[in-house]
């Protein structure tokens, strides 16, 4: 069975730091995409990053480039986002999600439950 | 960037209608478009790749169409556990941006 557990969110200062993870099991890790999308309380969903098999292509949306990076350890199965300078509008929740073995992304196929990111002073 | 808006926003139905919603794209995005669903505190769930192709596991009243900028889901009888709401991706380019989404509640 296809599991992803985020882990690491919490309350943060505008300013701060927050290092995401992601557990993965049930699949081959190393041979999927992975990818970090959030969700604002009350809102749509937003893509946040991408991140190749083996790490040697990354993606970002423009709001958190320069501030956000996405890393893996497939030798972990891990998922990583460290999140830098964090804004009030970085307040979300965070899932992981799955998404695919192919060249390209055409889908994410698995999510985790989502972990909840708060940034306020 | 590739916008992409959904209509209707919100939509009112009752068990066993038909329900269509629609995605649109700012731009030609060829068939890089998947739906999903998502209910209350829960993570989205993927109903279709690639415009039309259904995930393994999703009730056949789930279906998708379309190709370049305009694109559907169709929900051809609406069972109880369908209201939640339902957006739509694109991703043909970076950023692989969603749409609004398009809530379905019982009328």
């Known amino acids: 069975e296809v599991q992803l557990v985020e882990s690491g969110g919490g309350l943060v200062q505008p300013g701060g730091s927050l290092r995401l993870s992601c557990a993965a099991s049930g699949f081959t890790f190393s041979s999927y995409w992975m990818s970090w999308v959030r969700q604002a309380p009350g809102k749509g969903l937003e893509w946040v990053a991408n991140i190749k098999q083996d790490g040697s292509e990354k993606y970002y949306v423009d709001s958190v480039k320069g501030r956000f990076t996405i890393s893996r350890d497939n030798a972990k199965n891990s998922l990583y986002l460290q999140m830098n300078s964090l804004r009030a509008e970085d307040t979300a929740v965070y899932y992981c999600?799955?998404?695919?073995?192919?060249?390209?992304?055409?889908?994410?196929?698995?999510w985790g439950q989502g972990t909840l990111v708060t940034v306020s002073s | 960037d590739i916008q992409l808006t959904q209509s209707p926003s919100f939509l009112s139905a009752s068990v066993g209608d038909r329900v269509t919603i629609t995605c649109r794209a700012s731009q030609g995005i060829s068939s890089y478009l998947a739906w999903y669903q998502q209910k209350p505190g829960k993570a989205p769930k993927l109903l279709i790749y690639?415009?039309?192709t259904l995930q393994s596991g999703v009730p056949s009243r789930f279906s998708g169409s379309g190709s370049g900028t305009e694109f559907t889901l169709t929900i051809s009888s609406l069972q109880p556990e369908d209201f939640a709401t339902y957006y739509c991706?694109?991703?043909?380019?970076?950023?692989?941006?969603f749409g609004p989404g398009t809530k379905v509640d019982i009328k």
């Open positions: 991706q694109q991703l043909n380019s970076y950023p692989q941006s």
């Open positions: 690639a415009a039309s």
């Open positions: 999600a799955r998404a695919g073995t192919s060249m390209i992304v055409v889908d994410f196929d698995y």
